[in-house]
């Protein structure tokens, strides 16, 4: 059974940094063809996707946000870590990660709400 | 990275079918047979429905299936019932811009 979960700040101030973590278990991000995907969600809005990286560390930005991601993997402690710089109110949303793998993100975290206010 | 096209809201009656929309562009629906579809529940993470443009995974009503046809992808629900009122998304793979997410649908059981 895939199971995911996101962790990290529910509350960061404007201009500062946001690192979110997730941790994985019942895949491994060695595998060939599988990733882990992050998505983001306003409140009241629609999915965002965000970025993504491969077994074989290949990464994707979304291109509007590419300046300001970074995505990393932790094989060995079945981690991915999403960093996003400069934050403002406007990225106050649930971020979500997921396995990904023949195109589609499946299953996804329960997803964390991340406010950002001063 | 523009969002792929959705219509805002579709409504029909227990028992009917219905069809949601996805367009996109030659970039992304176009050029993958790797669209798929996403049902969201108020307070819920979404749930994969369809994969690669028409598979079911496991689990998931045959009522639900999907098509494409040049730049645009369709989810269509058969025998509309009340437990299908939620939010769809769809999704394509957009080669290196990653993957890029519909506008989203309301579906309304009438």
């Known amino acids: 059974q895939i199971t995911l979960k996101e962790s990290g700040p529910t509350l960061v101030k404007p201009t500062q940094t946001l690192t979110l973590t997730c941790t994985f278990s019942?895949?491994?991000?060695?595998?060939?063809?599988?990733?882990v995907g992050w998505i983001r969600q306003p409140p009241g809005k629609a999915l965002e996707w965000l970025a993504l990286?491969?077994?074989?560390?290949?990464?994707r930005y979304s291109p509007s946000l590419k300046s300001r991601l970074t995505i990393t993997k932790d094989t060995s402690k079945n981690q991915v870590v999403l960093t996003m710089t400069n934050m403002d109110p406007v990225d106050t949303a649930t971020y979500y990660c997921?396995?990904?793998?023949?195109?589609?993100?499946?299953?996804w975290g329960q997803g964390t709400l991340v406010t950002v206010s001063s | 990275q523009s969002a792929l096209t959705q219509p805002a809201s579709v409504s029909g009656s227990p028992g009917q079918s219905i069809t949601i929309s996805c367009t996109g562009t030659?970039?992304?629906?176009?050029?993958?047979?790797?669209v798929s579809w996403y049902q969201q529940h108020p307070g819920k993470a979404p749930k994969l429905m369809i994969y690669?443009?028409?598979k079911r995974p496991s689990g998931v009503s045959n009522r639900f299936s999907g098509s494409k046809s040049g730049n645009t992808a369709s989810l269509t629900i058969s025998g509309l019932q009340a437990e299908d009122e939620a939010d769809y998304y769809c999704?394509?793979?957009?080669?290196?811009?990653?993957?890029?997410f519909g506008t989203g649908t309301k579906v309304t059981v009438l």
């Open positions: 690669e443009g028409s």
């Open positions: 019942g895949f491994s991000l060695s595998t060939s063809g599988v990733g």
């Open positions: 999704c394509s793979y957009a080669g290196s811009r990653g993957d890029v």
């Open positions: 030659s970039s992304d629906v176009g050029s993958y047979n790797l």
């Open positions: 990286i491969y077994w074989d560390d290949d990464k």
């Open positions: 997921a396995h990904r793998r023949r195109g589609a993100v499946d299953p």
